[in-house]
């Protein structure tokens, strides 16, 4: 049961950008979070916050999509990339730089991300009879041996 579940945990990780989901998740939060923080925290207070948590929402929901809608994940990279890059400018030094390289890493992430084609086995390479080549005729080792 647990092995099971593990491996269907395991199978929907691998079929979509999960760490670069991941990576814009924890990038919007920390620039959302830290607006809400104390004054003594917070660099300015004002006007300021509320694009910051805007933006660090924008940027959860960015993670979220490229988990449940892989299909989207191209947008969803460079959108969360420009958004985090804006937020350096906008929101406290982009979550004090951590929320701004985190979301750019979880952008480029997810950008990057290509679903992975089934794995095709090769078919084992049967070897040639001795003696024969691959046409199917008769390979003699003596080239005045193959005329009667």
């Known amino acids: 049961m647990l092995l099971s579940l593990w491996q269907r ?3 929907w990780r691998r079929s979509r950008p999960f760490w670069g989901g991941l990576l814009a998740v924890l990038a919007g939060a920390e620039i959302c979070a830290l607006p ?3 004054l003594k925290v917070m ?3 004002g006007i300021a916050g509320i694009p910051s948590v805007l933006m660090g929402v ?3 929901v960015l993670g979220l999509t490229a988990w449940f809608s892989p299909a989207q994940r191209g947008l969803a990279g460079v959108l969360t990339t420009l958004i985090a890059t804006a937020a350096l400018v906008m929101s406290n030094l982009g979550g004090f730089l951590i929320g701004t390289l985190l979301g750019i890493l979880g952008g480029g992430l997810m950008f990057a991300w290509q679903p992975n084609a089934t ?4 078919e084992p390479h049967s070897p040639t009879p001795t003696g024969t080549t691959p046409t199917g005729t008769t ?3 003596d080239p005045q041996g193959a005329q009667p």
């Open 43 to 45: 660099l300015q207070q």
């Open 9 to 11: 945990w395991r199978r």
């Open 36 to 38: 809400l923080a104390p």
């Open 139 to 141: 390979a003699h080792p």
């Open 119 to 122: 794995a095709r086995r090769p």
């Open 58 to 60: 924008v940027m959860i």
